[in-house]
């Protein structure tokens, strides 16, 4: 009896796990059945696109094992369908599975780089402009108004087709991946640069900052050490929901034809392939790239807007 | 008021400075003007004596200027892949993006502002709710699918509307090729406007279900039943009339948007307006375009803006205090 209502001491982890349990977070988490099932279907497409290579029918890099008698086979419980490819193939006999597997992990990636990119480049310039102020916070902020008068779309249009021009065709052939990840980087680092820089403002005034830096330390260090925790939380809240936009911007450009190569799969791609098909009735070819792409922007949107809300002070 | 005007052009000025200082750096040392513009085995000297007639010597700043000089003259160089000067190929694409965007942005505040109120007042209706699932939904796929999902419904299945181009067109003085006088043009404008306008759409239909919230909440609408006003009274005349500053706002800097956004719409569409000249001009590395279209758009956005900040302070009194004290 009594020995039930004495607690076995707790190991650390049991410990970080009640924090998390008992958090604010989790609580509203728990609320929300929409938000539990966007998390889930999220998680569950980055989990299978990593494991892409593991789980994946075929390799759809693999140009060898391509087979054009194969192409255009729709899904398996269709008419004419085969059992060798789940989800049906494409014009080039690729199967389709694979391709999405391997798509989402390209897709995934260029948005998770573009976005620690962009924050990078953010966080730093926002810093700067906010710890040292005077003429290079004025010239900073003067152009980060100019880049957001433009749509983030074109400015990441613009920096892929300077990269084209100065890279000449021959040597993009195996970098677009990084251009793609360079050009979503420079349209979408404003954000953060903005709003680091307007909380550095305020913690460069208040007695922590004074104090290290009576007793002598560094500039450098009082931005890295001190100040930089503190601006953070607005950030991984952004960061949140651009990862949706950084997806959609991804498929974008891939859609357009200056992202990926159609030999090289990502959403944007296969929807762009599929579509071209669309017309003579190979439905399949579209539909599941388009159905993952908007599943995955539509989640990572819902959790980014729960995280938003749960975080922010004034609506607790 | 006339302070506030001045300085506000000065910025719109200063922002226009930095964008052609940026379209001439991509035009002078991005692109190679006289690679482009000589033939294959034209000799050293053949090509010093285009670079000496094309200013290329001259100090940095006297080239900017020029490009800036000759930009203003609508000469924006030719392009390396159509072989034709910049501004034409502008001019003949340009009405159509000009139409679909202004019928997509007709579309978006004539649905979203309805649907706004609508679901501003009726806050937890099952259609309030319904619609606001659908603008989450309508906020996150990407333009282009919500376009293929239209061409496959209507164009491919049902076969009620064209899926690509502008249908017939009617001319204006020979300046303006026109989509709006015939029926197939009309047809043919449906469902790219409806697609580009979308995302406008719900973003109107938010803010203004949003405002609609806060003002419904206010003294003055109480006060306005207290004096048994109708409910149209109240709603329309009082409600959605304050409610109409910000949506203008968002309103103008979103059709600045549209315009970026019709690129895709565009290319979905395989509509023949500056959006696809664009797309084309980043494929094939196309610079002269490149730099025309980001001067141009600037342009659009920087006037936009501008605009929207006059009106602002023509429709709310209270921002022509602000201003003035």
């Known amino acids: 009896m009594v020995d039930s209502l004495i607690k076995a ?18 609580y509203s988490f728990t609320r929300s059945w929409i938000v539990m099932v966007a998390a889930f279907f999220a998680l569950l497409i980055v989990a299978a696109a990593a494991l892409a290579p593991l789980i994946a029918p075929s390799n759809p890099l693999d140009l060898a094992s391509l087979d054009l008698m194969n192409a255009r086979i729709p899904p398996r419980w269709l008419e004419n369908g085969d059992p060798q490819f789940l989800l049906g193939t494409d014009d080039q006999g690729r199967d389709l599975l694979s391709a999405l597997l391997y798509g989402a992990q390209v897709s995934i990636g260029v948005a998770l780089l573009s976005t620690v990119l962009a924050i990078l480049i953010g966080v730093t310039v926002g810093l700067i402009a906010g ?18 008068t433009f749509p983030a779309i074109l400015t990441a249009l613009l920096v892929n087709g300077a990269t084209r021009a100065i890279l000449g065709d021959r040597q993009i052939q195996g970098s677009e991946f990084w251009i793609l990840v360079v050009s979503i980087a420079l349209a979408f680092w404003v954000k953060y640069a903005r709003v680091v820089r307007a909380s550095t403002l305020q913690e460069r005034n208040k007695d922590y900052v004074h104090a290290a830096r009576l007793i002598g330390v560094k500039s450098w260090k009082i931005i890295v050490h001190h100040i930089l925790p503190n601006v953070l939380g607005p950030v991984t809240i952004i960061g949140t929901i651009s990862l949706a936009l950084a997806i959609i911007t991804e498929a974008t450009l891939s859609f357009l034809g200056v992202g990926l190569p159609p030999s090289h799969p990502s959403l944007g791609t296969l929807v762009q392939v599929g579509n071209e098909f669309l017309m003579s009735g190979e439905w399949w070819i579209v539909f599941f790239p388009g159905i993952v792409l908007a599943g995955l922007a539509l989640s990572v949107n819902i959790v980014g807007d729960w995280l938003r809300d749960a975080l922010n002070p004034k609506l607790r | 008021m006339l302070a506030f005007l001045i300085r506000r052009l000065f910025e719109a000025a200063l922002v226009m400075i930095v964008v052609a200082i940026v379209a001439f750096t991509l035009f002078r040392f991005v692109g190679d003007p006289v690679s482009q513009m000589v033939s294959q085995d034209a000799t050293i000297a053949q ?3 285009l670079k000496a007639e094309l200013g290329l010597n001259d100090p940095l700043i006297v080239q900017c200027a020029h490009f ?3 930009s203003l003259h609508f000469d924006f160089g030719i392009s390396y892949k159509f072989r034709e000067p910049v501004v034409n190929l502008l001019g003949q694409r340009m009405p159509a993006t000009l139409e679909l965007a202004a019928i997509a942005s007709l579309f978006a505040i004539g649905i979203g502002i309805p649907l706004g109120v609508y679901t501003g007042i009726n806050r937890d209706s099952l259609l309030t709710r319904v619609i606001m699932a659908g603008s989450l939904i309508g906020v996150s796929l990407p333009t282009f699918l919500i376009g293929i999902l239209l061409i496959y419904l209507f164009a491919v299945t049902l076969h009620w509307l064209p899926s690509y181009g502008r249908g017939e067109t009617t001319s204006f003085f020979g300046l303006w090729q026109t989509g709006l006088l015939t029926s197939g043009g009309l047809r043919a404008l449906v469902l790219p406007a409806v697609t580009l306008g979308l995302f406008q759409l719900t973003l109107v239909m938010r803010l203004v279900r949003s405002e609609m919230m806060e003002v419904l909440r206010t003294d003055y609408i109480r006060f306005g039943r207290a004096r048994g006003l109708t409910n149209r009274a109240i709603y329309f005349a009082h409600a959605l009339k304050n409610t109409l500053v910000p949506v ?7 059709i600045g948007t549209l315009i970026a956004f019709s690129i895709i719409t565009e290319t979905v569409f395989q509509w ?3 959006g696809l000249l664009f797309i084309q001009s980043v494929q094939f590395a196309d610079i002269p375009i490149m730099a025309a279209y980001l001067l141009l758009s600037a342009v659009i956005f920087v006037t936009l803006n501008l605009v929207v900040d006059i009106l602002y302070m023509l429709i709310d009194p209270r921002i022509r205090v602000a201003v003035r004290a």
């Open chain 2, 68 to 70: 800036i000089w000759k």
């Open chain 1, 9 to 26: 001491p707790r190991s650390r982890l049991m410990l970080r796990l009640d924090a998390i349990r008992d958090s604010h977070l989790f």
């Open chain 1, 131 to 148: 710890y040292y102020g005077g003429i290079i916070d004025t010239v900073i902020m003067r152009l980060t108004d100019v880049q957001l």
């Open chain 2, 47 to 49: 090509r010093e004596a």
């Open chain 2, 272 to 274: 023949p307006g500056m």
């Open chain 2, 248 to 254: 203008i706002t968002v309103i103008g800097v979103e």
